[in-house]
């Protein structure tokens, strides 16, 4: 079998995106051009790499056998590229990161930085749930990943190099009610509002509860810190978020800072 560079890019391409236009998009080629591409790509394997069901791509054996194999060659060759660059005093090539939500608060802005320093540098940002990240990490897709919860199980290289502090929240047109000392015993009784299971965020204030012998009263599980603040500030309960998904002036976003943080 002899496939083409292009064909194993646009076919790892598919597979991450999972429809043929954004990987023909991605790729700078026409969809026309990405279907003919990966047809012939199939026609060289010998069995079916994909089904369409719904519009959504699935790959099927053959298909998720080649996309690890394409990634692997590919970031191999990513890496040769970037060590020729070096030899030849170049300082480019392409840093690819993967952040949970909480992380697109601040993230943008150090990227910023390197991006004045290093303009011939391209950079690919994806913001995820913590379970897609650590999904992305155990594939060895990016070059970075940053969460507040590295998985245990997985042999990384970490460093701390921010804070994260949990604050926990009110409605703002509740604040008198909320001024009282924070009890912890009466925060796990409120309503609560709170992340999704596994994510960062979650997995600390379990473990906040689990620590004190708490079992809290969850009201709501939302996938974003976005939709929390929304559902605290309407009145719905009390939750958690990170200070990073906070403005400048939590009121403003009608929030009310229920004194202490619970976690860095």
Same mark, same amino acid.
């Given at each position: 079998?002899?496939?083409?560079?292009?064909?194993?890019?646009?076919?790892?391409?598919?597979? $991450?995106?999972?429809?043929?236009?954004?990987?023909?998009?991605?790729?700078?080629?026409?969809?026309?051009?990405?279907?003919?591409?990966?047809?012939?790509?199939?026609?060289?394997?010998?069995?079916?790499?994909?089904?369409?069901?719904?519009?959504?791509?699935?790959?099927?054996?053959?298909?998720?056998?080649?996309?690890?194999?394409?990634?692997?060659?590919?970031?191999?060759?990513?890496?040769?590229?970037?060590?020729?660059?070096?030899?030849?005093?170049?300082?480019?090539?392409?840093?690819?990161?993967?952040?949970?939500?909480?992380?697109?608060?601040?993230?943008?802005?150090?990227?910023?930085?390197?991006?004045?320093?290093?303009?011939?540098?391209?950079?690919?940002?994806?913001?995820?749930?913590?379970?897609?990240?650590?999904?992305?990490?155990?594939?060895?897709?990016?070059?970075?990943?940053?969460?507040?919860?590295?998985?245990?199980?997985?042999?990384?290289?970490?460093?701390?190099?921010?804070?994260?502090?949990?604050?926990?929240?009110?409605?703002?047109?509740?604040?008198?009610?909320?001024?009282?000392?924070?009890?912890?015993?009466?925060?796990?009784?409120?309503?609560?509002?709170?992340? $999704?299971?596994?994510?960062?965020?979650?997995?600390?204030?379990?473990?906040?509860?689990?620590?004190?012998?708490?079992?809290?009263?969850?009201?709501?599980?939302?996938?974003?810190?976005?939709?929390?603040?929304?559902?605290?500030?309407?009145?719905?309960?009390?939750?958690?978020?990170?200070?990073?998904?906070?403005?400048?002036?939590?009121?403003?976003?009608?929030?009310?800072?229920?004194?202490?943080?619970?976690?860095?």
């Amino acid at each position: 079998m002899n496939p083409s560079f292009r064909q194993l890019q646009l076919f790892l391409a598919l597979a $991450e995106r999972g429809s043929v236009t954004e990987a023909a998009r991605v790729c700078g080629v026409t969809q026309p051009t990405a279907s003919m591409q990966l047809k012939d790509l199939a026609d060289t394997v010998g069995l079916p790499l994909f089904d369409v069901i719904g519009r959504r791509v699935h790959l099927t054996e053959a298909g998720r056998s080649l996309a690890e194999t394409a990634r692997v060659m590919l970031n191999e060759w990513s890496g040769f590229t970037q060590e020729i660059d070096g030899m030849r005093g170049l300082t480019r090539g392409r840093l690819s990161v993967a952040v949970v939500s909480t992380a697109k608060y601040f993230v943008p802005s150090l990227l910023a930085g390197f991006c004045r320093k290093y303009p011939d540098v391209d950079i690919a940002l994806e913001v995820l749930n913590r379970d897609g990240v650590v999904a992305r990490l155990r594939d060895n897709r990016d070059d970075l990943a940053i969460m507040s919860k590295p998985p245990e199980d997985l042999d990384t290289e970490e460093a701390r190099f921010l804070s994260n502090p949990l604050v926990p929240l009110a409605p703002l047109s509740e604040q008198e009610k909320y001024k009282k000392p924070l009890s912890l015993s009466d925060f796990a009784e409120d309503r609560l509002i709170l992340r $999704e299971k596994g994510s960062g965020t979650r997995l600390s204030v379990d473990a906040l509860f689990s620590a004190a012998g708490l079992k809290p009263r969850i009201r709501l599980e939302l996938g974003s810190n976005e939709a929390i603040k929304q559902s605290i500030a309407g009145g719905m309960g009390v939750g958690v978020v990170s200070r990073h998904a906070l403005s400048s002036d939590p009121a403003s976003e009608g929030l009310y800072p229920r004194g202490r943080r619970l976690s860095d």
